[in-house]
């Protein structure tokens, strides 16, 4: 993804290094291999290659050239690299010399030269003088380029050799030195004045904006400013004023022209008007630009500082815009008396240097103290800094900023006593600290941002008991005064729990309190006393309410008099108590209201806002209108009556009864030493027993949740007409309304057609209506874009030949016909079925007619053929007689059809031989040769003897063929050239058909499958994929979508991609590199996709792999251009999750908007000829500037950018790593493609005398350099261009390193919309057709709002790997779509989740960008985009018409990987600002869906683990004490039925029913139900519910692990292809924390429980809770050895156990990796210890008390014990401890000092040592009788206590290293990892043993693919058998 930390840049540095030198000596030099201090001399290295072959001599000279300038730049080498280079340079110059001047033709190099310059002068520079189109204008710019440095070259060998220079030289270069400095690389829009007449140039509007820009009358310009050219517009004289870069006005200056075109076309789309921009669409654009900026000022209650039409380009400074407000009104300054000037600017980079440099220093430098330790409250984050622009505060800054300003200050360790004045250090009171929010690790978080849900949850909890407990039970008793009066009492704990609110919100906020402003502290301060005040006003009129008072009011009573009751004061406080939340339910009512409030700025209204919640400038007014609040409102009330009705009468009121019986038995006999024998009421037993329901009570919303928005969603989903054409059947049936579905989706509406009807009848309903055979240009439209659809297919391989053929449409639609021509997959076999029904028909004519009619296509496809039948006859018969009889026959049986009589006139019995004679003649038709004329004549007698003998048997027409025979009935001989025989004479029939054209072989290919292609093509196409898009995209133009427009009046977008180091492109040797098993990616590939192979054979002609493999070894050998490789790469690439695969996919959009503008273009002959013959004639085509093609790409240039943020391109490319050489194949392959990347360049220092080089970055953009022509035979070096490199002020990571690159390259996009597009994601012709369609979403209405982001849905491609995969892709795809579709409407709580997302650019652009990156707090960047969205007014919607692909992670250490970075992810959501603030902001029911569905959702799932916990330690508590035993008889101990319905719950999210029910759905809505429950059985089947299970444990362990200390990562998790067996250790280092140690005290508990329980152990329920609780462990304990790949193959086993002893035993130490051995990984595994504060270790210390409890318990119920129940007996078994831990001690003490010297000694002591402890034993058990079972309760009694000990130790590990006991903690870990490690592998090894365990495993991993037949044993065991049959031979 992108840069994560500092490691990465050292790497990359020695890989620079190593790599430059290594590639320097090759024999072609690569001008890319250039050290960064050199790169000036790059462009004469590409020269140099260039000519090359033209003339080596002076490729030499420049080369030589290179060398010199290469010494001048750094003579003493000091650059990074430079050594090395200059050596291999000079080698390479020291080898060439000699073999050049060999061939040298003039007496000089001097005039070598000269002739050159000249001759490429008149060769590339005359040539293309006048050049009009794009391609011919790069090459120019390349030619000019060249020309310079040839130039520059030839000077310098003058001056060596003292030459002058020839004059027409000089007056050439003259010429050529102007056009460079105009000639520029340009991105979209050639600027200068010679590319006027290019098509983009030619565009009205686009010239309107840049006329408009240049009306630069009456500007003030600078006393020295040198006016170079006459196209000057204002941003020049902006950059003059303030010192912007010129490559940062240039890119927006482009910006600007593109963004006021588009929207002036799309307000006003009038195509032919004077170029004059309009005001209007200049409004619009200003407004859009600076809405932000407005309600900043007035939030500020500052005046702004815009005037209209000039727009300054800085929201910070207020004072930039007043300053240019001064300067344009001609302001004189008071101080000087001179025109006012900008307080920075003039020279160049000014601004750079003054303005942006000193606020990015404060920012790298918070961000280098993020990297020391993970506490987000020391150091300030992008949020904290952009935050303090959001107070009064920021003006403090001044203008010119203040060096001293309290922003730049830095907290006091940074300073490192910077003395003032007085010897103190300065700074550290002055450090800002923390901004309106601090980030502190705390569980509290979760209670803090949605107080009000968990205050509700409690408050119902309490009047449930109260109701419960009081009176009989029912809900009804509330009503019973007493019940009631009771009841009443959860003011009272409202009122507390108010007041935890308010303290934990001064605690938390504590370190923001220097920044915050008094009226904020003194409402914290009021908060709190107020709430305290009510704690104590309600407790005491409670008290005073009742007669005689229950206990607790008559000890409140009891402190004060004790005078009578008066229950109105109670009443009374409640009232008042209550008065602010009736008002804010009245607001609830009408959201409007609320809204105008939070958003005014009057001083009355902010005062009565000030108390509910402090005044911020985002988050207000986000409420949604009252429909939409109406519709979540339900949904919640539903859910919330649903869940307090279960909880009450399944959980809490069954429990009741049970716990007053407990709370009446006494218990005097206790099983362990009681500290507390004369307890009342066994709290303890309640509490066990009640805790974990209680639990269940918070968690189980959760399961309501999934269970209402699994229904919801199905039933939305189905209302927007999902699912609907879902197989290639239902496709059929509806295709007779697809054309019109095309036409009145994707085309735009002619001005005459009438809009779409809305409402509930158009959502029931949406047919379009059939496209008449006479509409021809619909018909036409339909056909273009349905065969690009299909053809894409066949590029992709997904299809074959055969199927593209029967899928086509015609292109050219034959006007002949009159009848539309459906594609032949529908009409197959229809004819055969047809002649064989009429034959058989007996002269029925109706019935036939009926029968043929009956099926429509059988009706088109007889009557297409017939007509083509007729037109092709018609067309090969010339000669007059023939034309004669031919028509007579056409005539006559036209005839009889209108008669409807024909079949009674004709036989029909004899038309399938007519038939077979007509499909003879197409076959000679299709191959056209000359010496089948004879043949082809005797046919056409054969087919008129049939006609005329058989099926006419009339009189007439043998009269008609006798006379023109000639034959006058008298015999004798006529003389041969008199005999005339028809159709026989030289121009009776006209073949071969000479020209052939494109029309006309696909009308008789066509027919030629009409006719035979016997058997039905219900299978085409064959391909899954092909067919589930086919569908998809089918179905979704019945769904409701806005119309399209046409591509000019479209929204303008853009797509960015971040990419990082992942794959590009698979080189040959990736793919055929074979892994320990022998299998390579193409085996692999070929294994899982068969079909789309033998397609890809086909398509490059070859009959099978053999053929293949022998192509590719003769271009081995002939060293030509590899095209066979390139296309075997790419079939690969396109199956993996490469870069390629993104970038073909997002190209797409491009081609789909070629193809749309020409329809939208095209003349009605134009569209009749169709867009294939344009593409066809685009090389003719492109040469005339205003042809259709040229203004077809130019329009799409306008509308569409792809910009990929390769963020080491620069480094990737100057290493020479294969990387770069692959994005520039991107590059070339689509020209239109841009790449931005961050370039670090080394600068010698100019100022310093110490020759040091800074390094400098640049945030570059390029495209590809053209060659410099198509179709010369050189060898052209692919080449990149930079358009625009602009100068930062420093690194550009220094957050989360994909945020920030998504960050750095967003300057560089254009238009309204942006997509972002993640590196694994795909794209699909027929989904970018619909594209304009969507981004008309931005105009549609969707509440109260516009959308700023539009929601797509995605599909998860990677599922047919394995059923891992198969069970992710599953649950991503529900999610993605039922889970985001209910989000988005009713909820309104969608954010933004994945990538394909479409987002207002300008919106966000304005508002912070699109992704947050902040180190740590911001790891699961997107989602914060969307909270931003949404706190800034934005506004989320989900559209289902439109899909993107994307890919998923298919191994389990994967998928774990990639859960871990999103649990984290959600640990520091909970913690963050943007959940507090929606959390708070929100009203209460959509605060409800906010949380269940962020963090809500993980911190349910770590409350369903903490029951299982709960749970079991309750057990324990009352088996080891004795309790249960005592209680044995009562009913909450024997049968708890609310206690199982709870852990039934539990379970329930365990196995993953969360997950499977909306999965069922969307399935069952998509696919059908049938399909969804056969899913649901196989999944189970393939243990679905183990990955569930396991997965479970990943979410809660680090989401916890998070929440408490920190510790949150990016990790990579791959994107390869999985079916490698991973390791034992490396197993075990994953999940030995999250789930091994847990199952491992899981079951440690569980054990226990099973062998002192004496619970009921015959009921069914008790079996179930148990089985569950195992289930869990089992999983936790073995899921990963499950889901290994040939987990169970024994010689694998042998393996990694010899690996798991060699790393367990390896030592650790410095530089010493995590994977190579146990100390380092154990040590890095405490590293979260390290930053997490003193409550962090206290909590750790907390946790780890629980082990002590076994041995507590444990000690007495040993037999040794005698029954003693003394404290004694607990502290003797620590001496135990201590005196083993002793023992081992000096042990290892021992064995460091007299190992050496003494050796026998310390064998004779361990020895004496082992006596001892046998003989204890022996004693032990022959004196007190120690048994079996004591042995094994002392294991689990001492070896928690064990690990206890062995946490505390790490929590406190600097007090243990100074005490020195660190050695002895590590070598008692190690012991217990390595009896960890055995009791994991133990079962294991045990299974491998038997061979069908390893069979049934990989049946079950690899299901997906059996079921397709597919050889997975064989990819699994590889090409070993093979091999090794190979060795015997």
């Known amino acids: 993804m992108s840069s994560r930390g500092g490691s990465d840049q050292q790497s990359q540095r020695r890989i620079t290094r190593t790599q430059t030198a290594g590639n320097l000596g090759e024999s072609i030099f690569d001008s890319e291999v250039v050290p960064s201090s050199l790169v000036e001399i790059a462009p004469i290295l590409r020269v140099a290659n260039e000519i090359e072959s033209d003339n080596p001599r002076v490729a030499y000279l420049c080369r030589f050239y290179a060398f010199e300038k290469a010494h001048r730049l750094d003579p003493t080498s000091s650059g990074r690299g430079v050594r090395q280079f200059k050596t291999a340079l000079l080698q390479r110059l020291e080898r060439e010399n000699d073999p050049t001047l060999m061939g040298r033709v003039k007496k000089s190099d001097a005039r070598e030269m000269q002739s050159f310059y000249q001759h490429y002068y008149k060769k590339y520079i005359q040539a293309l003088q006048n050049a009009a189109d794009k391609a011919d204008r790069a090459r120019l710019t390349k030619a000019y380029q060249t020309a310079n440095v040839l130039f520059e070259v030839l000077k310098a060998v003058n001056m060596t050799?003292?030459?002058?220079?020839?004059?027409?030289?000089?007056?050439?270069?003259?010429?050529?030195?102007?056009?460079?400095?105009?000639?520029?690389?340009?991105?979209?829009?050639?600027?200068?004045?010679?590319?006027?007449?290019?098509?983009?140039?030619?565009?009205?509007?686009?010239?309107?904006?840049?006329?408009?820009?240049?009306?630069?009358?009456?500007?003030?310009?600078?006393?020295?400013?040198?006016?170079?050219?006459?196209?000057?517009?204002?941003?020049?004289?902006?950059?003059?004023?303030?010192?912007?870069?010129?490559?940062?006005?240039?890119?927006?200056?482009?910006?600007?022209?593109?963004?006021?075109?588009?929207?002036h076309i799309r307000q006003f789309p009038k195509p032919d008007q004077q170029p004059k921009l309009d005001d209007r669409a200049l409004t619009e654009v200003m407004k859009k630009l600076f809405k932000n900026y407005r309600k900043w000022c007035k939030y500020l209650d500052r005046q702004s500082s815009l005037c209209a039409g000039y727009q300054p380009f800085n929201r910070k400074c207020n004072n930039m815009a007043f300053e240019l407000y001064g300067m344009l009104a001609g302001n004189v300054s008071p101080m000087t008396g001179e025109n006012v000037k900008p307080a920075y600017g003039g020279e160049e980079e000014a601004f750079l240097r003054k303005v942006v440099s000193p606020i990015y220093e404060v920012i790298a430098k918070e961000a280098e103290r993020s990297k020391r330790g993970s506490k987000h409250s020391q150091w300030r984050n992008y949020d904290d800094l952009n935050e303090y622009f959001w107070s009064v505060d920021c003006f403090r800054l001044g203008w010119p900023m203040r060096a001293d300003a309290d922003f730049f200050c830095l907290p006091f360790d940074q300073l490192q006593f910077v003395k003032n004045g007085d010897n103190r250090p300065a700074g550290k009171e002055r450090w800002m600290g923390k901004i309106n929010f601090v980030e502190i690790r705390s569980f509290w978080h979760v209670f803090r941002s949605f107080d009000r849900m968990w205050s509700f949850f409690i408050l119902c909890l309490q009047v449930m008991i109260i109701v419960a407990w009081n009176g009989s039970g029912q809900p009804s008793s509330i009503f019973n005064s007493d019940v009631f009066k009771k009841s009443l009492t959860v003011f009272i704990t409202a009122a507390i729990l108010k007041l935890g609110q308010a303290v934990l919100d001064v605690i938390l906020s504590w370190k923001a309190r220097r920044s915050m402003s008094s009226h904020v502290k003194l409402r914290y301060i009021l908060k709190v006393v107020s709430a305290a005040a009510w704690v104590i006003v309600l407790p005491v009129t409670y008290a005073y309410s009742w007669d005689n008072p229950p206990g607790f009011a008559q000890t409140i009573k009891s402190w004060f008099s004790q005078s009578s009751s008066s229950p109105s004061l109670f009443i009374l406080a409640v009232v008042v108590y209550l008065s602010p939340n009736m008002l804010a339910a009245i607001l609830f009512l009408f959201p409007f209201i609320r809204r105008f409030l939070e958003r005014s700025n009057y001083r009355i209204v902010m005062l009565m806002m000030w108390w509910s919640q402090p005044r911020l400038y985002v988050g207000r007014g986000m409420h949604e209108s009252t429909f939409s609040l109406f519709k979540y409102t339900m949904f919640w009330v539903l859910l919330i009556i649903t869940k307090l009705a279960f909880s009450y009468y399944v959980e809490i009121k069954p429990l009741v009864?049970?716990?007053?019986?407990?709370?009446?038995?006494?218990?005097?006999?206790?099983?362990?030493?009681?500290?507390?024998?004369?307890?009342?009421?066994?709290?303890?037993?309640?509490?066990?027993?009640?805790?974990?329901?209680?639990?269940?009570?918070?968690?189980?919303?959760?399961?309501?949740?999934?269970?209402?928005?699994?229904?919801?969603?199905?039933?939305?989903?189905?209302?927007?007409?999902?699912?609907?054409?879902?197989?290639?059947?239902?496709?059929?049936?509806?295709?007779?309304?697809?054309?019109?579905?095309?036409?009145?989706?994707?085309?735009?509406?002619?001005?005459?057609?009438?809009?779409?009807?809305?409402?509930?009848?158009?959502?029931?309903?949406?047919n379009f209506a059939e496209i008449s055979p006479n509409k021809e240009k619909e018909a036409a439209r339909f056909a273009q874009l349905w065969n690009k659809i299909i053809t894409s297919f066949r590029e992709e391989d997904l299809i074959n030949n055969r199927e593209m053929g029967l899928l086509l449409v015609p292109y050219w639609a034959d006007r002949d016909l009159d009848l539309i021509q459906w594609p032949p997959f529908l009409l197959a076999s229809k004819i055969p079925i047809a002649l064989d029904m009429a034959k058989d028909s007996n002269g029925k004519d109706r019935e036939l007619k009926k029968r043929i009619q009956t099926d429509n296509y059988m009706y088109c496809a007889v009557r297409e053929c017939y007509a083509s039948f007729r037109n092709i006859i018609k067309f090969l018969v010339q000669g007059a007689r023939e034309k004669e009889v031919i028509d007579y026959i056409f005539s006559e049986v036209d005839r009889h059809i209108e008669a409807g009589d024909l079949i009674t006139e004709y036989r029909m019995s004899a038309l399938p031989g007519l038939s077979e004679h007509f499909v003879k003649l197409i076959k000679y038709l299709l191959d056209n040769k000359q010496e089948d004329r004879d043949q082809v004549v005797i046919l056409f007698q054969d087919m008129l003897e049939v006609m005329t003998r058989d099926i006419m048997m009339e009189d007439h027409i043998s009269s008609l063929v006798d006379s023109i025979h000639g034959g006058s009935g008298h015999e004798g001989m006529t003389p041969l050239d008199q005999q005339y025989q028809l159709f026989a004479s030289s121009g009776a029939i006209k073949f071969p058909i000479h020209p052939v054209t494109e029309a006309w072989k696909e009308k008789i290919n066509r027919l030629d499958l009409l006719l035979t292609v016997k058997e039905s093509a219900m299978d085409v196409p064959s391909n899954l994929d092909a067919r589930r898009r086919i569908s998809f995209f089918s179905n979704s133009l019945f769904m409701n979508m806005p119309t399209a427009p046409k591509v000019r009046n479209m929204f303008s977008f853009s797509v960015l991609t971040p990419y990082y180091t992942e794959d590009v492109l698979f080189s040959l040797h990736d793919l055929e590199v074979e892994n320990e098993d022998g299998v390579s990616i193409l085996f692999y590939l070929q294994k899982i996709f068969p079909d789309e192979w033998s397609n890809f054979l086909e398509r490059v002609k070859c009959r099978n792999e053999e053929e293949f493999r022998m192509k590719l070894q003769k271009e081995e050998e002939l060293k030509g251009p590899k095209e066979l490789e390139e296309e075997l790469r790419l079939w690969a690439s396109y199956r993996g999750q490469t870069l390629t695969k993104t970038v073909r996919g997002m190209m797409y959009y491009r081609k789909a908007l070629e193809l749309q503008a020409f329809l939208d273009m095209a003349h009605d002959e134009d569209l009749m000829e169709g867009y294939k013959a344009v593409e066809l004639n685009m090389e003719d085509n492109s040469k005339g500037e205003r042809s259709l093609w040229a203004q077809c790409q130019a329009v799409t240039d306008m509308k569409f950018t792809y910009v990929v943020s390769c963020q080491q391109y620069g480094i990737h490319k100057r290493s020479g790593d294969t990387r770069a050489q692959d994005i520039l194949k991107l590059l070339t392959t689509y020209p239109s493609l841009r790449v931005a990347y961050v370039d670090e360049v080394e600068e010698p220092s100019k100022e310093r005398p110490k020759k040091i080089n800074q390094k400098v970055y640049y945030s570059a953009l390029v495209k590809a350099a053209l060659p410099k022509s198509s179709n010369s035979s050189d060898p052209v070096q692919i080449l990149d261009q930079v358009i625009y490199k602009i100068k930062l002020p420093g690194p550009a990571i220094l957050g989360e390193g994909k945020p920030e690159n998504q960050n750095h390259a967003i300057i560089f996009t254009r238009g309204e919309g942006l997509q972002t597009i993640d590196m694994n994601q795909d794209n699909y012709m027929e989904e970018a057709l619909k594209m304009r369609n969507l981004l008309q979403e931005f105009l549609e209405e969707h509440g109260v709002r516009p959308p700023t982001i539009l929601g797509l849905r995605e599909h998860i491609f990677t599922g047919s790997v394995s059923s891992l995969a198969w069970f992710m892709s599953n649950q991503e795809t529900s999610f993605v779509t039922i889970g985001q579709r209910l989000l988005a409407n009713p909820l309104k709580v969608r954010f933004h989740y994945g990538h394909p997302d479409v987002f207002d650019r300008l919106f966000h652009l304005t508002r912070g960008g699109v992704s947050k990156a902040s180190k740590n707090i911001n790891l699961s960047e997107d989602i914060f985009g969307g909270f931003n969205s949404t706190l800034r007014e934005g506004n989320v919607t989900h559209h289902e018409y439109i899909q993107v692909g994307k890919g998923r992670d298919v191994g389990l250490n994967q998928i774990s990987m990639f859960e871990a970075k999103i649990a984290n992810g959600n640990g520091e959501q909970t913690l963050s600002r943007d959940i507090y603030r929606l959390g708070h902001r929100f009203d209460f029911f959509r605060m409800l869906s906010c949380y269940f569905t962020t963090v809500g959702f993980y911190f349910s799932t770590l409350i369903t683990v903490l029951t299982v916990y709960v749970f079991l330690y309750g057990r324990l508590y009352l088996v080891l004490s004795g309790l249960e035993e005592g209680l044995i008889t009562q009913k909450a101990i024997r049968d708890n039925k609310p206690l199982q319905v709870a852990l039934a719950s539990q379970s329930f999210v365990q196995i993953g029913f969360l997950m499977a029910l909306p999965m069922l759905m969307e399935i069952g809505l998509e696919r059908g139900f049938r399909t969804a429950l056969s899913d649901f059985i196989l999944m189970q089947l393939q243990l679905a519910p183990v990955f569930f299970t396991f997965s479970l444990g990943t979410k809660t362990h680090y989401y916890g692990r998070t929440l408490l200390h920190g510790g949150a990562k990016y990790r990579p998790t791959g994107r390869g292809f999985v079916v490698f067996h991973a390791k034992f250790a490396e197993n075990y280092r994953l999940y030995s924390r999250s789930h091994f140690v847990k199952g491992m005290e899981m079951m440690l508990l569980l054990l226990v429980y099973q062998?002192?329980?004496?619970?009921?152990?015959?009921?069914?329920?008790?079996?179930?809770?148990?089985?569950?609780?195992?289930?869990?462990?089992?999983?936790?304990?073995?899921?990963?050895?499950?889901?290994?790949?040939s987990g169970f193959e024994w010689q694998k086993i042998v393996d990694d156990w010899t690996d798991w002893n060699k790393w367990i035993s390896n030592r650790g130490g410095i530089g010493v990796p995590p994977e190579k051995s146990w100390e380092s990984w154990w040590e890095e595994e405490q590293e979260h210890l390290k930053y997490s504060g003193k409550r962090g270790t206290i909590a750790e210390i907390v946790l780890a008390l629980r082990f002590f409890i076994y041995q507590y318990g444990l000690v007495y119920h040993l037999h040794i014990a005698e029954k003693t129940k003394s404290f004694l007996v607990y502290g003797i078994s620590w001496l135990v401890i201590f005196l083993i831990l002793f023992v081992m001690k000096t042990v290892s003490v021992g064995r460091r000092r007299f190992s050496a010297n003494f050796q026998l000694m310390f064998r004779l002591i361990k020895g004496l040592i082992f006596l001892t402890f046998v003989s204890i034993l022996v004693t032990l058990i022959a004196l007190p009788h120690m048994t079996v079972q004591d042995i094994i309760v002392c294991i689990l009694a001492f070896m928690p206590t064990g690990w206890g000990l062995l946490l505390i130790a790490q929590a406190c590990k600097p007090m243990v290293h100074q005490a020195g006991f660190w050695g002895s903690v590590r070598t008692l870990a190690r012991g217990y990892e390595v009896v960890m490690g055995l009791l994991l592998f133990t079962p294991v090894a045990f299974l491998a043993w038997f061979p069908f365990v390893s069979e049934f495993q990989t049946r079950m991993l690899f299901n997906q693919a059996f079921s397709r037949g597919l050889q997975i044993s064989r990819i699994l065991g590889g090409q070993r058998k093979d091999r090794a049959s190979r060795n015997k031979e």
Request: include cysteine; charge should be positive.
């Open 161 to 263: 050799q003292s030459v002058e220079v020839d004059p027409q030289i000089l007056e050439a270069h003259d010429k050529v030195a102007k056009k460079t400095e105009i000639y520029v690389p340009y991105n979209i829009l050639p600027l200068d004045p010679d590319s006027a007449n290019q098509a983009i140039m030619r565009y009205p509007e686009i010239q309107a904006a840049v006329l408009a820009l240049r009306n630069t009358r009456g500007l003030p310009w600078p006393k020295d400013y040198k006016k170079k050219k006459d196209d000057e517009d204002i941003l020049d004289w902006l950059q003059a004023m303030f010192g912007f870069q010129k490559d940062n006005v240039a890119n927006q200056r482009e910006h600007l022209i593109l963004l006021l075109a588009n929207v």
């Open 657 to 766: 009864g049970p716990t007053k019986a407990i709370m009446n038995v006494k218990i005097r006999n206790f099983q362990w030493h009681e500290f507390f024998p004369r307890a009342k009421d066994n709290l303890g037993v309640v509490i066990a027993l009640w805790a974990p329901i209680i639990l269940v009570y918070f968690m189980d919303t959760q399961i309501w949740y999934a269970i209402f928005s699994t229904l919801f969603g199905g039933i939305y989903g189905a209302f927007r007409r999902l699912g609907e054409i879902r197989t290639l059947g239902m496709l059929r049936s509806r295709f007779q309304s697809l054309p019109g579905a095309f036409n009145a989706c994707l085309i735009p509406l002619e001005k005459t057609e009438q809009t779409k009807k809305k409402g509930l009848k158009a959502t029931l309903s949406r």
């Open 1651 to 1685: 062998i002192f329980g004496h619970s009921y152990r015959g009921s069914v329920a008790y079996i179930f809770i148990t089985v569950s609780m195992w289930f869990m462990v089992g999983t936790w304990l073995f899921a990963p050895f499950l889901f290994n790949p």
